[in-house]
């Protein structure tokens, strides 16, 4: 973020990756949509963006290239940012992603610590993108499942965003993505010095995901970012590998995690549905007995 004025600042964030999906007009509006969620989980408004694009020239048709730049186009015009132009590499493995140009009032900027004893954990989107992309580079994925994740990583966050930055009630908010639900939590919670308490059967996972983590159909970054988190949470004995690689699990343009002050619970969740948002009270942040950590029971 960079200030330009008393009631003005830029945010920047920049964002690309390899296919996630086969469908190349749909992998470019995902990666857009990805690129397009830092900016709301700070409470910003996108200006503008520029594609980042590697493809193997000579190698795949030019066409599947326009129809990656097509998906990332629709997301930005869904985005209300144009892509005012961008830089293309001649690369062995398709790329594409965006740099995000924002803007906020620097006193409204919503950051990822924050958050205080007392208040409710929300979560906009469901879990489970990175496994159900893992099942479909296996050629093991349910159709009806892969229909769900797209939906999920295709869906902008914008009407999040921008209902929970005009509430005036998020203490923080970050979006969930590579580190999984756990990773970012126990970003924010130790940030903030708190502990959080996440109630398992309130975490909306896409259906499926648990049988296939059940079936070691897991990327590896999602078994990494257990073993990285895993010291500083508690599991309820019963919880098992599959549930606690679930919620590990590397998203991609996940949901977005807020921590919203009690006494505003309700008009938020309204003013959420209001805008088409399905989001799920996934748990509360207590004080602190020591360090800060992640405490997960089943309900």
């Known amino acids: 973020m960079y200030r330009l004025s008393a ?7 920049v964002d690309f990756f390899t296919p996630v999906v086969d469908d190349p007009f749909v992998f470019g509006r995902i990666a857009a949509a990805n690129a397009f969620s830092d900016i709301w989980a700070m409470g910003a408004r996108p200006l503008f963006a520029l ?4 493809f193997p020239v000579g190698k795949l048709p030019m066409e599947v290239l326009g129809e990656i730049l097509r998906g990332g186009a629709d997301a ?17 493995e398709p790329k594409y992603g965006l ?3 924002g803007l906020v009032h620097p006193e409204k900027v919503l950051r990822n610590v924050g958050a205080r004893p007392g208040d409710h954990l929300l979560l906009t989107k469901p879990l489970g993108s990175g496994i159900v992309t893992t099942a479909i580079k296996r050629g093991v994925a349910e159709e009806g499942l892969v229909e769900r994740a797209v939906r999920v990583m295709a869906a902008l966050n914008r009407r999040a965003g921008e209902t929970l930055a005009a509430s005036g009630a ?9 580190f999984g639900l756990l990773g970012h939590a126990w970003e924010m919670a130790e940030g903030s010095g708190v502990t959080f308490k996440l109630r398992l059967a309130a975490v909306p996972l896409l259906e499926g995901v648990l049988a296939l983590a059940a079936q070691g159909i897991v990327p590896g970054g999602t078994k990494a970012n257990l073993a990285w988190v895993e010291p500083h949470v508690r599991f309820e004995a019963g919880i098992d590998g599959s549930a606690r690689l679930a919620l590990a699990d590397a998203q991609t343009n996940g949901g977005l995690l807020a921590a919203i002050a009690p006494e505003r619970l309700e008009a938020v969740l309204e003013a959420l549905r209001q805008s088409d948002v399905q989001a799920a009270v996934i748990g509360e942040v207590a004080a602190s007995e020591g360090d800060a950590r992640i405490d997960v029971v089943t309900g």
């Open 51 to 54: 594609n980042l694009v590697g």
């Open 76 to 92: 930005a015009a869904e985005a209300g940012a144009p892509i005012l132009g961008g830089h293309s590499i001649d690369d062995p």
């Open 170 to 178: 998020v203490n923080a908010l970050t979006d969930i993505t590579g």
């Open 99 to 101: 740099a995000v140009t």
């Open 7 to 13: 009631t003005e600042a830029i945010v920047e964030t």
